[in-house]
């Protein structure tokens, strides 16, 4: 392909790619004195879900993405004194990952064809423009591994006040290394040229990935027997995440690397909870989420934007044992801009969004 030559994309230019989602967790607390506990968190920290159609035109960056990592963290604490608690634990967390995108042999064929001196640049013009960002020309990558990795965390509490509590925790960043496989589709007229260059052949995939640590502080006032009062922050190391990088066990296909360059970013939140009487409690609060992703590096599988949460709940002591807890919470997203090229396209856009996320949460003690 000839130095910044582009061509139109054949398809659907406008889609939400938003895909609804159950995220479990459970929570398993044990107390052996009445100074020490042992504790077990299951948790998705990191995760998301896009898909586009099979005719959008973000198809050759982006078709269907889904991430998850599923934490598992065994944790001990110690009430050490009346003001004072400490507590930490290990995080082994296994991480999954599917990604799909389309592959545009329209103009991967004719370029592989010039790079290689087989036609000039005239015929190179010509077969992408008939051909180029065209549906029937389009085949598919799919890749999907999982990996394993472990981590810790650390925190404490200190009540300086009765009704005032302090607390500061940090959990540490994950490094995974991804096992699993790179499955292809190649269109039939392409088929011949595309097995005697070696490429686009079904093969083992590995890949490296930083998750991040993040640091949390919040401070917990009661202002009336009735009225708790939390503010919260929480500062998360996405400058760890870099690149994807996708290497091949096939030789003849090249890495597949991905720029995502994200930032550092900050979450704040300020909630309340209401007790209206011995068995039914209210909250309430609003949070600020920034983005870790650029204007420079955001691509289609994450089109995010900072978020602005709106949330309340309400909390029912059913029994002197179980204790029902719902939340509803309306996320805002703000504008963002996509402007990403991939090898041999570039595709902009503008996003804006909002969500509705409803938990729903039983606790029972023995």
């Given at each position: 392909?000839?130095?910044?030559?582009?061509?139109p994309?054949?398809g659907?230019?406008g889609?939400?790619?938003?895909?609804a989602?159950?995220?479990?967790?459970?929570?398993f607390l044990f107390?052996?004195?009445?100074?020490l506990r042992?504790?077990?968190g299951v948790?998705v920290?990191f995760?998301?879900?896009?898909s586009?159609?099979a005719d959008s035109q973000?198809?050759?960056?982006?078709?269907?993405?889904?991430?998850?990592?599923?934490d598992?963290n065994?944790s001990?604490?110690?009430?050490?004194?009346d003001?004072?608690?400490v507590?930490?634990g290990?995080?082994v967390?296994?991480?999954?990952a599917?990604l799909?995108q389309a592959?545009?042999f329209?103009?991967l064929?004719p370029?592989?064809?010039?790079?290689r001196g087989?036609?000039?640049?005239?015929?190179?013009?010509?077969?992408l423009?008939?051909?180029s960002?065209q549906l029937?020309?389009?085949?598919?990558?799919?890749?999907?591994?999982t990996s394993?990795?472990?981590?810790?965390d650390?925190g404490?509490?200190?009540?300086?006040?009765?009704?005032?509590?302090?607390?500061?925790?940090?959990r540490?960043g994950i490094?995974q290394?991804i096992q699993?496989?790179a499955?292809f589709i190649v269109p039939?007229q392409?088929?011949a040229?595309?097995?005697?260059v070696?490429a686009f052949q079904?093969t083992h995939?590995?890949a490296?990935?930083?998750?991040?640590g993040n640091?949390?502080a919040?401070?917990?006032q009661?202002?009336?027997p009735?009225?708790?009062?939390?503010?919260?922050?929480?500062?998360?190391e996405w400058?760890r995440?870099?690149?994807i990088?996708?290497?091949?066990?096939?030789?003849?296909?090249?890495p597949q690397?991905?720029e995502?360059?994200?930032?550092?970013s900050?979450?704040?939140?300020?909630?309340?909870s209401?007790?209206?009487?011995?068995?039914?409690?209210?909250r309430?609060?609003?949070?600020y989420?920034?983005t870790?992703?650029?204007?420079q590096?955001?691509?289609?599988?994450?089109?995010?934007?900072d978020?602005?949460?709106?949330s309340?709940?309400?909390?029912y002591?059913?029994?002197?044992n179980?204790?029902?807890?719902?939340?509803?919470?309306?996320?805002?997203?703000?504008g963002?801009t996509?402007?990403?090229?991939?090898e041999?396209?570039?595709?902009?856009a503008?996003?804006?969004a909002?969500?509705?996320?409803?938990?729903?949460?039983a606790?029972?003690?023995?």
């Amino acid at each position: 392909m000839l130095p910044g030559q582009r061509f139109p994309i054949a398809g659907d230019n406008g889609q939400d790619p938003a895909v609804a989602k159950p995220i479990p967790s459970s929570y398993f607390l044990f107390s052996p004195t009445d100074r020490l506990r042992l504790g077990l968190g299951v948790t998705v920290p990191f995760g998301l879900i896009t898909s586009y159609a099979a005719d959008s035109q973000t198809r050759y960056q982006a078709l269907y993405s889904q991430v998850e990592a599923y934490d598992f963290n065994p944790s001990i604490a110690y009430k050490v004194n009346d003001w004072l608690s400490v507590g930490g634990g290990a995080s082994v967390q296994k991480f999954k990952a599917k990604l799909t995108q389309a592959v545009d042999f329209g103009t991967l064929v004719p370029a592989t064809l010039y790079q290689r001196g087989l036609i000039g640049a005239s015929q190179l013009s010509s077969m992408l423009a008939a051909g180029s960002g065209q549906l029937a020309n389009d085949g598919r990558a799919d890749l999907e591994g999982t990996s394993w990795g472990v981590g810790w965390d650390a925190g404490v509490i200190v009540e300086p006040m009765p009704g005032t509590k302090l607390g500061l925790s940090y959990r540490s960043g994950i490094n995974q290394q991804i096992q699993g496989r790179a499955n292809f589709i190649v269109p039939t007229q392409y088929q011949a040229l595309v097995n005697a260059v070696g490429a686009f052949q079904d093969t083992h995939a590995t890949a490296d990935l930083s998750l991040p640590g993040n640091v949390w502080a919040g401070i917990t006032q009661e202002i009336t027997p009735q009225l708790t009062l939390d503010l919260s922050y929480q500062w998360t190391e996405w400058s760890r995440f870099k690149a994807i990088r996708v290497d091949f066990a096939n030789v003849n296909q090249p890495p597949q690397i991905e720029e995502e360059n994200y930032q550092n970013s900050s979450f704040v939140a300020l909630g309340g909870s209401y007790k209206w009487d011995d068995q039914l409690t209210l909250r309430s609060g609003v949070a600020y989420d920034e983005t870790p992703t650029t204007d420079q590096s955001r691509d289609f599988r994450l089109p995010d934007g900072d978020r602005y949460w709106l949330s309340m709940g309400a909390s029912y002591q059913l029994t002197d044992n179980i204790t029902l807890s719902g939340s509803y919470t309306h996320l805002l997203f703000g504008g963002s801009t996509v402007d990403h090229s991939g090898e041999f396209d570039t595709v902009s856009a503008t996003t804006s969004a909002s969500t509705e996320v409803i938990s729903a949460e039983a606790a029972m003690r023995f």
